[in-house]
């Protein structure tokens, strides 16, 4: 995943859903998008509308490595 703003790279944890690698795409600018990589089986897409998260991939990463209940996932 290419690091464009300069943020520290973090490690994106896999989808809660099914498991799978996860990445993110841009769609609509600025709008980052993660999507899973288990196309066939979840194809589970998830966005962070904020403007931190639009701005900073860091926010993003951190938003999607969230976790209810402290889930390490």
């Given at each position: ?24 795409m841009n ?14 089986g979840c ?17 993003k990463i ?12």
């Open positions: 995943m290419p690091n464009t703003k300069g943020d520290r790279m973090e490690k994106i944890k896999c989808c809660p859903f099914c498991g799978s690698e996860v990445d993110f769609l609509v600018l600025p709008i980052k998008m993660f999507y899973c990589k288990n196309h066939h194809g589970a897409v998830v966005s962070f509308d904020t403007p931190l998260c639009n701005k900073f991939d860091k926010a951190d938003a999607w490595n969230r976790r209810e209940g402290g889930q390490d996932g």
